[in-house]
């Protein structure tokens, strides 16, 4: 659920920080320009985030290899 917009029990006017709709968003963008982006683990503990947006002219998201 890396991609669904965070909620929690309090309004975001309560909670200090962001409205949890960084990754949506990212994965909306992302996906408007024909790439993937994905979300795994790190051996640290934290997560990475990989995002490729291809270049005019090369293969869409479907065709690349580089996405997890």
Do not use: C, N, W
Request: glycine share 16%; proline share 9%; no cysteine.
């Amino acid at each position: 659920m890396a991609f669904g917009p965070f909620t929690v029990g309090v309004t975001s006017s309560e909670r200090p920080g962001g409205v949890g709709l960084g990754l949506p968003l990212v994965k909306r963008i992302v996906q408007e320009h024909h790439g993937p982006v994905s979300v795994d683990h790190t051996a640290e503990g934290g997560a990475e985030v990989r995002v490729y947006l291809p270049a005019e002219g090369e293969p869409s998201a479907e065709t690349h290899s580089g996405s997890r």
